[in-house]
């Protein structure tokens, strides 16, 4: 089966996007680009993400054809395709409504650096403003919206993580999910304490080299 690899990491993360709390019923969804075929594998639209096997996962060129796979791929392709077209660091991209995200995104608030775990996706997590959902307008505004970064909030939607493999997109989702739900609560108590450029810049210079074990001989 063509990209079979990826078409089977796709249906475990699928399932987990529900277990991890990031969404509900058929809500979001999940691409990996490979880079030698320059095709991506995206998830199917609606279907029941614990029914899904390998083959129900679409294999998509970047103009937007089916390669290979009878179901109809996710309405928000696009939205994963810019991403492999534009950007060279992101091969994994994970789309998610998940709760505190979503409520950021319907306030259209940006995330502000307040838990330094936000540099997972940079310094600050911007949101874009509202685009009807599997646009192409959608897409390019949240291209824009993650501009040196790594996740980016959809006004009036939801959450969009990227990474150099689906791993950490979808971890980098989970974690900027939390940093929602922190700063919501944040806001709600008072005013955060803010971290600064600096001390966020040495935030993202560990997270470079963060888990990464030394290697032994
Ligand atoms: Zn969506």
Known sequence: MLMERERTEIT??????????????TGGNISVYNQALKYMAVSPSGMDYFKLSPEDIVVMDLDGNIIDGNRKPSSEYEMHSIFYRERDDILSVVHAHSP????????????????YLIGSAGKDVRCTKYETFGSPELAASALKGMEGRYAVLLGNHGLLAGGTDLATAFDTAEEIEFCAEIYYKCKAAGNPVLLSDNQMDIVLEKFKTYGVQPEVD
């Open 100 to 115: 505190y995200a979503s409520v950021l995104a319907c306030l259209n608030w940006s995330i502000e650096p307040c838990t």
């Open 12 to 25: 475990a993360y699928l399932k987990m996007l529900i277990t991890h709390g990031l969404t509900k019923g």
